[in-house]
């Protein structure tokens, strides 16, 4: 069959195509192209819900399926070929589950919402394209389950991003270049030393195994030792570090988390939303498919490390959100953050019972384990609605008052009150309300590694007072208080900017009310991860 006759190809194929499209509109109806943009990226997030509905009709909401029993894939030999007696292939390999599809599904809305957002752009038909193709390249990621394939998808993100942020970002002065030009290569330099590393890993993988195919490998998981500078080390771990590697930058993990903070800053705000509602997640994604599949041996005898990094991560993120004065840099730091109880998650999905800091579960528990997996699961999907909510509503401060520092506002509530409502609100979820989407994950994840890492964990929940702090610091300076009259002039949020915001805020409250359909769902695919896990590490 063809390769166009899937669905899965055209989830990747229709945000191209609208990129080209795009430029086809002739000059004197430019303005059409923002339409063909909507028009595109609303048929890839429709495209997506009937993969969703259509597996539901099917299968029922547990039946999402797993890698091994995928809900909806395409499976063709793509490279082939002979160099002396090395023999290469890579398949063209896509696939959704209970751990892909929401993140999916995620990606087409906020891609969505970004061209709305973006519709009064400058060089709007370059700033539109390109928001399609960083689009298609996020979809791979999250579809591609080949492993070069997966490489190559990671790769191609990586242009439409620094372009993005280099072209429309700030043009503030940083280290005596403008912020966009820094910012952008910063992020560019970041995350390819990252993925130096994870191609040896890979290459490594491939040549020790014999295969790129996901499904093989997660039944034939790499054995064996090898020797570095006189140490021993055994396959699994070594190929986990360096695939990790990669991973920790995109998340980002401490100490490589430096790059966040000025891309966030500098970007527009429709490419923050993307930056922080996907681009971070695919990190987190890669650990937990990649990294949880094929190297359960490596990640369990790191697991008491990434247990102190997520502390330190969520402490760290939560205390110097404390002294920002940019609204952009305080949500970008409270990403660290957040990203951080997914760290934690993974760790204690990972190393229950085992290893440093061990607290009462002793020899593991698969309940705990898969509990703590699907929070961390959640957490990612949670996390990308409710940032992308923040990142819009300081976007709609940012194009009136062309400032976002926190000390210039106050009372603006008063000339903008369903901003300061939606901006509260978001900020609410941020924090982990009941009702709201962030508490179900953080509720999920601490719970449950409180049994397995117990130091870190009672550590890591002080951060709920810091976050409280830092986000009513944040909303009282700008939105409440004293009414500054400089700002008298400004109007409340537009009916176009009302979309994005109101949009997010029904998907907030719908899985904080009501998540077990998205955790039911995410439980299909973490089962049988955490299955094979427990018995790799036995």
Known sequence: MSIFTYDLTWILLLPVLGALAIYVVPKKWSEWSKWV??????????????IFFRILNVHGITGFGDLNNLADQVKLPWINFNAGSVHFTVQYFLGVDGLSLPMVVLNALLTMLAVIGGWNKKRFKDYLALILLLEAGVMGVFMALDIFFFFLMWE???APMFILIGVWGSDAIKHGVPGRIYSAWKFLLYTFFGSVFMLAGFILLYFTMGSSDMQYLSHHLIGGTTTILGIGISLQLLTFLLVFMAF?????????????????????????????????????YGLIRFCFTLFPGGLGQFAGWLAVIAVIN???????????KDMKKLIAYSSVSHMGIILLGVAAAAGAGNGMFQGALAGGDQAFRQVALTGA???????GIITGMLFFCVGVVYDLAHTREIAVFGGIAKRMPMLGTLFTFAAMASLGLPGLAGFVAEYMVFTSSFRVWT????????????????????IKRVFFGPFNQKWDWMPDVSRRELIPLLALAGLVVFVGVYPAPLIDMISSSITPIIHTAVTAMK
Do not use: N
């Open 314 to 324: 969520i402490l760290y993120g939560a205390a110097i959100c404390l002294v920002q």
């Open 377 to 383: 699961t959640l957490q990612m999907f949670s996390h």
């Open 37 to 50: 943009a909507l028009a595109f990226s609303a048929a890839t997030f429709v495209l997506s819900l009937y």
């Open 156 to 158: 191609v993100e990586l």
């Open 455 to 474: 130091i870190p964990t009672i550590l890591a929940v002080f951060t709920m007072i810091l976050t409280a702090g830092y986000l009513l610091w944040m």
């Open 248 to 284: 920790a930058v995109k998340i980002p993990m401490f100490p490589f988390h430096t790059w966040l903070p000025d891309a966030h800053t500098d970007a527009p705000t429709e490419v923050s939303v993307l930056l922080a509602g996907v681009l971070l997640k695919m990190g987190a």
